[in-house]
């Protein structure tokens, strides 16, 4: 008895080594394969086999790849049609190398575009690429192949790396609105009767669109058009005026506040403004200069042979002009005078001459500021030697921008 039990225990220890045997080959197996679950197939539909499985990527451009069973190991169990098993290692190879992953075939993806044209800004249309998020094709693979799905089509499942910004998205139409009204500002800058204009010709240079979409406005050339600006138009004057008025003037200048202009000017160009002004100074006059006088005058300086016209605390204009004959003792009288009265196209008469001018303002007897048609040239000297019979003679554009300006009663004042 004791005998055949020792037989029967070796006989059940050869049963047991056997099934752990056929297990380990079994887990040997798996641990080069992935076994899953897929789906039943339904009475009636004719199961594929594994080799024969093809799975059809359809892509962009009507471009069509495939993955057949076969490439990645595939196998559909005998006994258990739900369990399906892929080498991993080579589907994960075989999608590497699809076509649409050659860098010399991918085409990127580009945003609308909010573009200068000559004429003001415009949209242009996005462009579709044709790159692919790997990650997201992979996993789409893998669910296709256990599910036994032959087709995907990779625009249904949001596999391409699309334009962030495109034509018809409202934060597109609204920068291509902004950039449009940034460009048609029109700003006239007023200094001593001369101007100068900022439109979008220089103002699309300084406007753009950032990674976000923004609308970008570089206030940094902003700053640099103040600042040139300012270096051109500040007028230093520097000057001391003793007048038999009795009136003494101190030195004084007109120096443009950059820091605030270039705030005001960028609120300016962002409503589209069109508008015509003067800059925001930082110093005028100083507040003791010609104070009884007030802020509006014509300020003549005969040793200079220069004039100078301020209203409401603004140069209007200056330039150069032609004074009373010295030399003939003509000279034109100093001192602080008020305007009578202004008058168009006379004839100014006297002894042995009669010269017709387009404006007359008398301040000082006989004595006014006009044009002087019949002068090529100002300034200089030529008040010594050539200079007029008293009166103020003045280029056309000086004489206009001060007789459009000026009012009876205006101080006048002349210096040596």
């Not at 800004?121 to 790997?134: D, Q």
Request: net charge negative; proline share 2%; glycine share 8%.
């Amino acid at each position: 008895m004791k005998g055949e039990k020792n037989k029967s225990n070796k006989v059940e220890k050869g049963i047991i080594t056997f099934f752990c045997s056929l297990l380990a080959i079994y887990f040997v197996f798996l641990s080069n394969t992935i076994s899953v679950s897929a789906k039943t197939v339904d009475k009636g539909e004719k199961e594929i086999s594994a080799e024969a499985y093809i799975l059809t990527l359809e892509e962009r451009g009507g471009v069509k790849e495939q993955i057949q069973g076969s490439d990645i190991g595939l196998k559909y169990s005998e006994e258990i049609s739900r369990v399906v098993s892929y080498d991993e290692k080579l589907l994960k190879e075989f999608v590497s190398k699809l076509s649409c992953f050659d860098g010399s075939k991918i085409i990127e993806s580009k945003n609308a575009k909010v573009e200068y044209n000559g004429n003001g800004y415009a949209i242009t249309k996005e462009t579709y690429g044709n790159r692919i998020k790997k990650d997201v094709l992979y996993d789409n693979v893998v669910k296709s192949i256990l599910n036994k799905d032959t087709t995907i089509n990779l625009e249904s499942i949001d596999c391409y790396e699309n334009p962030r910004f495109i034509e018809n998205c409202p934060i597109v139409a609204y920068a291509n609105e902004a950039l449009n009204k940034y460009i048609s500002s029109n700003i006239t800058y007023i200094f001593a009767g001369n101007t100068q204009v900022l439109d979008g010709s220089t103002i699309k240079d300084w406007i753009g669109i950032d990674e976000n979409f923004q609308v970008t406005l570089d206030e940094t050339k902003v700053r640099n058009y103040v600042d040139t600006m300012a270096y051109t138009y500040n007028a230093l004057l520097g000057i001391t005026i003793p007048v038999s008025g009795g009136y003494d003037g101190n030195n004084h200048s007109w120096i443009i506040d950059s820091s605030e202009e270039t705030k005001e000017l960028i609120e300016n160009i962002k409503n589209g403004q069109t508008i015509t002004k003067h800059p925001i100074y930082a110093q005028t006059e100083e507040a003791s200069y010609f104070s009884d006088i007030g802020d509006t005058y014509v300020e003549i300086d005969m040793s200079s042979q220069h004039l100078w016209y301020y209203k409401n605390g603004y140069l209007i204009v200056n330039g150069d002009i032609v004074t009373g004959n010295v030399s003939g003792g003509c000279a034109t009288p100093s001192g602080v005078y008020n305007l009578y009265y202004k008058q168009k196209d006379t004839v100014l008469r006297g002894p042995g001459y009669a010269s017709p001018v387009c404006f007359w303002m008398p301040f000082n007897r006989g004595i006014g500021l006009h044009d002087a048609s019949w002068r090529s040239e100002f300034g200089g000297e030529i008040y010594k030697e050539n200079g007029s019979h008293g009166c103020v003679n003045a280029p056309y554009y000086v004489a206009k921008a001060v007789y459009d300006n000026i009012s009876s009663g205006d101080p006048i004042i002349c210096y040596n």
